[in-house]
């Protein structure tokens, strides 16, 4: 069965080309607008991995991975950011926040499916 992976982004582009990325390689995407609508999607499937921007509305990425880490069955899923945020500061707030790993945008889609392979095995 194909990994279910969440991606959270209020950037439609954003959304379709990791979603277009990520089906080409074989797996199921789940999409959502922004951290509230990732935090109401997130119960309905099996999430293996998760995707997100940093800078979104009503519930930003550091948001919701202390949300989604604080879910008994997501405590320890793989979780991305994918932002074009690039300071040691914001990475550091992630990592603490929970994130498994952090990517900057614009980003090269090799590039993230080598990342997901890592962390998804």
Not at 59 to 87: C, H, N, W
Request: no cysteine.
């Amino acid at each position: 069965m194909a990994k279910m992976i969440m991606t959270a982004d209020d950037s439609a582009s954003i959304r379709q080309m990791v979603s277009f990325t990520l089906k080409g390689a074989g797996y199921d995407v789940i999409e959502a607008i922004d951290g509230k609508d990732a935090l109401a999607k997130i119960g309905g499937a099996p999430v293996n991995m998760l995707i997100t921007d940093l800078n979104m509305p009503n519930l930003d990425g550091i948001g919701l991975i202390r949300e989604v880490r604080a879910l008994p069955a997501y405590k320890f899923i793989p979780i991305i950011m994918l932002t074009t945020e690039s300071q040691e500061t914001k990475k550091q707030e992630g990592k603490s926040a929970g994130a498994t790993g952090w990517i900057v945008k614009p980003f090269k889609p090799e590039q993230l499916l080598a990342v997901i392979k890592k962390v998804l095995g």
